[in-house]
């Protein structure tokens, strides 16, 4: 509050996008530690979520739909085959390639995430009506198609390992 007047109250489009951040990033957060009882991150259940929505895609089709760089697919893929999420089979028509899929528990995971990604979101959109909530998501998918966000996939990913390499070059 200054001068007695809520800082949240202003309409403009500075206080909009700077309140959209804050709740990004509180969601964020928030997400990360539901996931950590799992023994995972956001990242590893983005991949499963990925890799669920089409099983036996190659690594390299999946880093160019996440945009992530193949050498950071790689060691989420091993850390979940490591949990014994993920399996890595040759591909049958292209033996250079491997194809990711679930194993058992994989996917009884991936349906744990699927509730604490609704759970949590129920909780963040709790002071909302059904109206509002819809109107809400119509409004952000709008702002997110003009940005050119992929559908489903969080632009962190494009950042992962990446932070490492500017470091050096810098």
């Not at 790689?74 to 993920?86: I, Q, S």
């Not at 089979?89 to 699927?114: Q, Y």
């Not at 909780?123 to 940005?147: F, I, S």
Request: net charge positive; no cysteine; charged share 25%.
């Amino acid at each position: 509050m200054t001068g007695g007047r809520d800082d949240r109250s202003g309409p403009g489009p500075g206080w909009t996008t700077f309140i959209l951040t804050q709740l990004g990033t509180l969601g964020s957060r928030q997400f990360a530690e539901r996931l950590k009882p799992l023994g995972l991150t956001p990242a590893h259940a983005g991949l499963l979520r990925a890799v669920g929505q089409e099983p036996g895609r190659s690594q390299q089709a999946l880093a160019a739909q996440l945009g992530l760089l193949p050498s950071r697919l790689v060691a989420l893929v091993d850390e979940l085959e490591r949990a014994g999420l993920m399996e890595r089979r040759r591909n049958p028509h292209d033996r250079r390639h491997h194809a990711l899929h679930f194993s058992a528990t994989g996917e009884d995971t991936l349906r744990k995430i699927g509730r604490i990604a609704h759970q949590h979101g129920q909780d963040m959109l709790e002071p909302l009506g059904e109206q509002d909530r819809a109107a809400l998501g119509q409004l952000l998918g709008r702002l997110a198609a003009h940005h050119g966000l992929t559908p489903k996939v969080h632009p962190g990913y494009r950042d992962l390992g990446r932070e490492h390499q500017r470091t050096e070059a810098g």
